[in-house]
């Protein structure tokens, strides 16, 4: 049994940190249970196939399957520096006009734009969203995105922080998910260089373009995992 050790890095500046890291572990923990669950599926039809032969003893070959376990060492992200090595990066909610300023000075704007170059996967939420975005619509003065997915953000689309609410997404390839929204951003428009990835009624409330995943809402603070799970599955 090979082990997979994944570099997810957190970026650590402001907001759900510690919630992404939580909901993290918890998802690398299901993964393996199901890879685990899958490698006993496959041995017993290994098993069976071997009593078969004994009983037939034609040519068949056993196919045995090579198994990975995903352990993950989850980074807390404060410095440029760090972002190289990572293999996947989440951007979580907080504030936009602040973290944008800081990423862009401290040089983690550039890493992060050169990590998506590279194919890695990107998770951004609410807050991630907007900045992972090719347009701020209702963007503070002089603030500026990544431009690192092809759609137009409207930021507090939903209101202010006393409107925050909680509603089930229709996310593509996962289902129903629950989403909650605090002063989230709704996706305006999606480019042809994206698809949307998650809606609430006529609202596009996720995208992905690639390697790069932008939702709305926050999945890390719910106890449902198919959306980190499903994140990590883009490694
Ligand atoms: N409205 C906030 C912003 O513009 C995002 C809020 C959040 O991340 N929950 O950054």
Redesign the pocket.
């Given at each position: 049994m090979t082990n997979q050790l994944l570099k997810i890095g957190i970026l650590a500046i402001q907001?759900d940190v510690s919630e992404h890291a939580d909901c993290l572990r918890r998802a690398l923990k299901k993964l393996n249970t199901r890879k685990t669950l899958r490698v006993l599926v496959s041995r017993n039809r290994n098993k069976r196939l071997r009593q078969s032969r004994k009983r037939c003893p034609v040519n068949l070959s056993i196919h045995t399957e090579a198994v990975s376990r995903i352990s993950g060492d989850i980074v807390l992200v404060k410095n440029a520096c760090e972002i190289p090595p990572l293999d996947a990066l989440i951007i979580p909610?907080?504030?936009?006009?602040t973290?944008g300023k800081l990423i862009e000075m401290d040089g983690i704007a550039n890493e992060i734009k050169a990590m998506a170059k590279k194919g890695k996967p990107i998770l951004g939420?609410?807050?991630g969203a907007?900045l992972l975005s090719r347009e701020i619509v209702d963007c503070a003065e002089g603030q500026k995105s990544l431009g690192l997915i092809d759609i137009s953000v409207r930021?507090?689309a939903f209101g202010r922080q006393r409107e925050s609410f909680e509603a089930g997404v229709d996310f593509e390839g996962i289902g129903k998910f629950p989403g909650v929204f605090?002063?989230?951003?709704a996706i305006e428009s999606v480019g042809k260089g994206a698809k949307a990835a998650a809606s609430l009624g006529e609202k596009v409330v996720g995208a992905r373009q690639g390697n790069v995943l932008a939702l709305a809402f926050?999945p890390e603070l719910t106890e449902d995992t198919r959306v980190h799970e499903y994140f990590l599955q883009m490694i």
């Open positions: 907001g909610g907080g504030e936009s006009t973290v939420t609410c807050t907007i930021r507090n605090i002063r989230a951003p926050h």
